[in-house]
């Protein structure tokens, strides 16, 4: 395999695994439909005209990958506005594998997520752009309302915010995390930021969560708006419960 790395689009081919690319290249089409969800006809054509250019080499096949979805996001951020959404940390979880995930104070974001986290089956999880799960509290406690057993953490999800319109999340958009107080502006001076990929599939390990065990309530198909998202960092730092979090195209 070729080393590679990009400053555009972040990729880091030593990073990569075998099993990592061969999952990335099997789920291309996914990942850069969730990209164009909500997006115009005449712009999903425009950008499925445009395939992603496979090479003979692995690594250098997922970097086109990840390149088509940092490109395609640019082409929707300057064609499609963006309101963006301004929210807060409410809580960070982490664990030495599996669920539920056990809150913790604050969390050191590196390359491959939450240090200290680790995804106790890496068939389905920890691709580099699943390197942080996230959540909306809101949803939790709506799921709550409705008699399922949910806590924070309890479903893998590594951040949970709150005041974020969930319905709105679509691959491509770009999370940044601030100490409360700090100045804003993505890529500032002690910023997290992350780019979100695409939605978590629930399985049975969740199955707890939920009232007769009906874990697809968060599924993104059967239920869009209510799946947890996975992203890629960016940019890494340390973040903590009361941050703010800004999300844009």
Not at 206 to 219: K, L, P, T, V
Request: aromatic share 6%.
């Amino acid at each position: 395999m070729t080393p590679l790395t990009c400053t555009e689009c972040g990729f880091d081919g030593a990073r990569w695994s075998d099993d990592d690319i061969e999952r990335t290249l099997a789920h291309a089409d996914d990942l850069i439909g969730y990209v164009l969800e909500g997006a115009d006809d005449t712009f999903m054509a425009a950008a499925v005209a445009q395939p992603v250019d496979v090479d003979v080499d692995p690594v250098a096949s997922a970097h086109a990958v990840m390149h088509r979805l940092h490109d395609v996001a640019a082409m929707r951020r300057a064609t499609d506005p963006f309101v963006p959404m301004v929210g807060r940390v409410e809580s960070l979880q982490a664990s030495g594998g599996g669920v539920p995930k056990a809150s913790i104070p604050v969390a050191d974001i590196g390359p491959s997520g939450v240090i200290g986290d680790v995804q106790g089956n890496r068939k389905n999880h920890g691709r580099p752009w699943q390197a942080i799960c996230l959540y909306s509290s809101d949803l939790l406690a709506d799921l709550r309302s409705e008699g399922h057993p949910v806590e924070a953490g309890g479903t893998g999800e590594n951040l949970t915010m709150s005041g974020v319109d969930w319905s709105r999340v679509r691959g491509g958009l770009t999370v940044t995390i601030a100490s409360a107080g700090a100045s804003s502006g993505a890529g500032a001076s002690g910023e997290v930021v992350l780019r979100t990929s695409g939605p978590a599939a629930p399985c049975h390990k969740i199955g707890d969560c939920f009232s007769e065990r009906h874990w697809n309530r968060i599924d993104h198909v059967e239920r869009p708006g209510w799946a947890r998202w996975y992203a890629s960092v960016l940019t890494g730092g340390t973040i903590a419960p009361g941050d703010t979090i800004t999300i844009t195209a």
